[in-house]
């Protein structure tokens, strides 16, 4: 698929959400490895507010609507370090973006390095700090790179460095967050953030695949 | 999982209505889980703290007189969001100006320093500190400074005091930057906690197993050790902490003392542990102006205790021991 | 066992000072486990509590201004002996007597009466009450009375805000003998304790069992039961309360309320429950005139609580309302 | 044996302190069923004091005194209900006694007969009330019907009777002490402090016969 339009983006979001609320088990057992155990309930929460609002709006005219919506309703319900970053994976892309009704390779991969850009000066975490920057970044670069002809190509790509990302915070001490205490103790056990954007971008993936 | 509860979904909501019916003198803003003094006085510094629930009686339980003006409520040890954050700075808006008191962790850091942000914008005048009080983790190459724990009580006592004498935000944020910058934090765990939402414990430990250094969030500490004795960990914890704070009990210094529970372990080991401590701070010449022992910044149902210990100059000293009145937390002059 | 503890041996001892040692208006006579006082008032009426340890902050938590005078500190879970609070009578006598508060068990009963006896022989004024509070057990061929339980705290207070107005110890014993006579109370605990000096827990229970109707002592309850939520808690408590009070909602009494926990039951869980307890005497159209929530009789490291609901008259509710200052029982007038 | 002497009495009752302390284990077990746990803890700490006392004391003239020293002993340092009970066993005995310098079968009913006349009065328990009475009054009645010519036989007699006692508690529900709240839910297990009154005969009588 070269490009999808806003009622199809807004499918696309809402299977990411699905994914997170039926990961929320999951997301909690990895938080609970080094972190206080409760980032499957934080996102799965956002989540579920994220999806209900996009269901709610109707009125949905741009993709900057859809990314919009589901990133205020994180920032404003969940709470938490989660809140602030998801809420800013969503928004910080299209703060300056003119507004669009057709997301395609090279407007979704503008949004995730703005995205990054923007989590970085909220969190200042950088790569290697045992975040979700650790599968963002990544991710992100993996757009720049990739063919922009293909939208389902593309999001494979993004999903496969972001699935990179999560393995390599495996051999992370964490520099922010919970885990940041335990040191060494860390190493071995994945990011919980950092594990959600994986599950993000292969449910976003995944839904391109399905409609093609 | 044992709780007295109905729904998880539902926990903070009925117990922060359940804090409201027991002390009438306070207002729930259901909408942004806002716990706030009926009357808000326009003519001194309006303190703000907060942070994830299952610190309790942290933090609505030191509101009151002498102490914070609101507390602002997130999910179970999850920060509350900007938003709800930036409500409590209006609806507690003082001629004077807004202070809000944040422990180190990132989450909290960001929601209430946006609040800050966006409250300004509405022409609000509004500052913070952060607490980093925790020194488990000794500052190196790994992280972005410590944690905020059981330290911040004292700091909210203090600038509570401040504030009350009618002082200018600038001089609330002086004094209560010296507060926090004075006191250091170390505790240990002989449990994890149950997070009413997950309904297990978040990590299990052996029977002869503590953590040692953990904060306040039912995560692991910095190291899993075997179980020591109440004097073997008092002179441990005296220990690192004086070494901290660099006192060694050469000078008239005196300090505050704060023996504080984690939740689930019972007020007679807490008093047990003072003695200890107190012996300890006694053998190193060390003179104690005020000692607190009680739950006060818990870790919903962990078992285990963290001292902390404030550095006192005598404008400190002189503000501890200013009446305050919250129900989590009381000094009588 | 996971406690902060040296050893079982000394457990009692060290936590007295542990006490003491956070509280410098009190003094602790070693020999006798008397925590007590330093000032004793010659001219009014002393009041004198104690029973076993691990019911902290019960009892020593409530000796201050307007409450007790002197708490005598048995080991754990067994009364003190008649020598122990013989000379407690003794160390804080005054010129207008002194006023024994006990809870209705055996042990407790026996040595306090004993106590009472040789000091009456000695030519000290001396009187006793007793609390029956637990409706656990309904009167009946079995028994001989009722257990004293957590509704003993509000008797203290009671008793102490008439001592402290400087009334005889005639009129003590009488008011004190109405609160106690007005006070019910009700447990249940999702564990049972663990008694330092047997190290392992007094009974087990399975993950979805409580046992319901239990006293301070760790001891079973009347009935296994599987859990229930807080609202159905709250219903069946305050519903049996209310019944043995005979309280219908249909006039103007008033009631206090105190949600007491057992020890390792997190306050965030006092707070939910009280919000049910709450809930169910509005809709009985019960008016509450203080509420109390926190850990105040506890039963060393139980999971669980208890309700107590003492009904007013004008000349209780004004006392309950005079200031109080003890570190475990504060109120603010 | 037809009588013992002040020494040997002292010796049989130190038995018995052993005894007990060696049974803190059982009799803190028994308390958890129904009680508070710490039966065991505290008859065993009231023992060890009163042995330590009756050993300290090489002056003791009489019967009396013997039981004196282990009575205030345990009266004054265990508290509890059974402080004052097993305290009023040695004490209550030998209120109204004159001086005695040898225990003999008459004396020893004598003073048993006269502790559960005290302990009676002072805790209000009686037979079938699941309380150390039930364990102690059918000694007393035993040591009354026996031949009094031989203390080591008539010491089994009581022996027998205490443990037909225990076994009799668990048939009922307790009036008093911690397990009174228990209701129906006592039966099928025995009372503590009456097990702790066979343990003494049986030590006692287990002395004795080492005598012969
Ligand atoms: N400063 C930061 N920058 C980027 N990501 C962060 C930062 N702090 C935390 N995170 C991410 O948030 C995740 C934890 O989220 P969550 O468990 O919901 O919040 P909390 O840590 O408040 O419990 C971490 O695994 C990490 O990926
Ligand atoms: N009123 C009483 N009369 C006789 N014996 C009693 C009475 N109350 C308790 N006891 C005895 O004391 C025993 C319990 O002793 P213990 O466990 O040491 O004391 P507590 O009940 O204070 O924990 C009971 O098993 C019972 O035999
Ligand atoms: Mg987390
Ligand atoms: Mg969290
Ligand atoms: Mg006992
Ligand atoms: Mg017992």
């Known amino acids: 698929m070269k490009s999808i339009n806003v009622e199809t983006c807004k499918q696309m979001i809402i299977a990411a959400c699905d994914a997170i609320i039926d990961s929320k088990e999951y997301l909690t057992e990895v938080d609970s490895k080094i972190g206080d155990g409760d980032h499957g309930i934080g996102m799965s929460g956002g989540m579920e507010k994220a999806k209900a609002a996009l269901l709610a709006k109707d009125d949905l005219a741009t993709i900057n609507d859809v990314?919009?919506?589901?990133?205020?309703?994180?920032?404003?319900?969940?709470?938490?370090?989660?809140?602030?970053?998801?809420?800013?994976?969503?928004?910080?892309?299209?703060?300056?973006?003119?507004?669009?009704?057709?997301?395609?390779?090279?407007?979704?991969?503008?949004?995730?390095?703005?995205?990054v850009k923007t989590i970085k000066l909220r969190g200042k975490a950088e790569i290697g700090d045992k975040t979700m920057v650790d599968a963002l970044e990544p991710a992100a670069a993996a757009l720049e790179k990739a063919d922009k002809d293909d939208l389902t190509l593309l999001m494979g790509d993004a999903a496969m460095a972001a699935a990179g990302g999560v393995e390599a915070t495996k051999d992370m001490v964490a520099k922010f967050g919970r885990a940041k205490s335990l040191m060494e103790r860390a190493i071995g056990f994945q990011d919980a953030g950092a594990t959600s954007v994986m599950i993000i971008f292969e449910a976003m993936h995944r839904y391109l695949q399905a409609q093609e | 999982m044992k709780k007295i509860i109905n729904r998880p979904e539902t926990f903070v909501k009925e117990m922060c209505n359940g804090i409201v019916s027991a002390h009438p003198e306070f207002e729930f803003i259901e909408k942004y889980k806002i716990i706030k003094k009926k009357n808000i006085d326009k003519n001194k510094v309006s303190l703000i703290s907060?942070?994830?629930?299952?610190h309790e009686p942290a933090h609505a339980g030191f509101v009151g007189r002498g102490m914070l003006d609101a507390a602002v409520c997130g999910d179970v040890f999850a920060s509350p969001s900007q938003i709800q954050v930036y409500q409590a700075i209006k609806e507690t808006a003082s001629d004077k100006g807004t202070l809000l008191i944040i422990k180190n962790y990132s989450g909290d850091m960001m929601n209430f320093k946006n609040a800050a942000y966006l409250a300004g914008e509405d022409g609000i005048l509004v500052d913070y500190i952060k607490v980093d009080d925790d020194i488990a983790v000794q500052d190196s190459l790994y992280t972005v400074g410590r944690r905020g724990v059981a330290g911040t009580v004292l700091v909210h006592k203090i600038a509570g005091a401040c504030a009350e004498q009618g002082k200018s935000l600038d001089e609330v944020k002086k004094v209560a930057l010296k507060a926090a910058q004075n006191v250091r934090?170390?505790?240990?765990?002989?449990?994890?906690?149950?997070?009413?939402?997950?309904?297990?414990?978040?990590?299990?430990?052996?029977?002869?197993?503590?953590?040692?250094?953990?904060?306040i969030h039912g995560e692991p500490g910095i190291k899993r050790e075997q179980i020591a004795t109440a004097d073997e960990l008092a002179l441990r914890m005296v220990s690192a902490l004086l070494e901290d704070l660099k006192v060694d009990g050469s000078s008239e210094e005196e300090v505050a003392l704060l023996v504080n529970g984690f939740g689930s372990t019972p007020l007679q080991?807490?008093?047990?542990?003072?003695?200890?401590?107190?012996?300890?701070?006694?053998?190193?010449?060390?003179?104690?102006?005020?000692?607190?022992?009680?739950?006060?910044?818990?870790?919903?149902?962990?078992?285990?205790?963290?001292?902390?210990?404030?550095?006192?100059?005598?404008?400190?000293?002189?503000?501890?021991?200013?009446?305050?009145?919250?129900?989590?937390?009381?000094?009588?002059?």
């Open chain 2, 50 to 54: 907060g942070g994830g629930s299952g």
């Open chain 2, 269 to 333: 080991e807490l008093y047990l542990l003072n003695n200890a401590v107190t012996r300890e701070l006694a053998k190193k010449n060390i003179k104690i102006n005020r000692t607190f022992v009680g739950n006060y910044m818990t870790s919903i149902d962990m078992m285990g205790a963290s001292v902390s210990i404030m550095k006192l100059d005598e404008e400190l000293a002189e503000l501890l021991s200013q009446k305050c009145d919250a129900p989590g937390f009381k000094v009588d002059g």
């Open chain 1, 67 to 115: 990314f919009k919506t589901t990133g205020m309703q994180m920032l404003n319900s969940m709470g938490g370090a989660s809140g602030v970053i998801f809420g800013s994976m969503f928004l910080g892309g299209i703060k300056d973006l003119e507004p669009a009704t057709e997301l395609d390779g090279e407007l979704f991969s503008k949004i995730i390095s703005a995205s």
């Open chain 2, 185 to 215: 934090s170390i505790g240990f765990a002989f449990s994890s906690c149950t997070v009413p939402a997950k309904g297990t414990p978040t990590f299990d430990m052996g029977e002869m197993e503590m953590e040692y250094g953990v904060g």
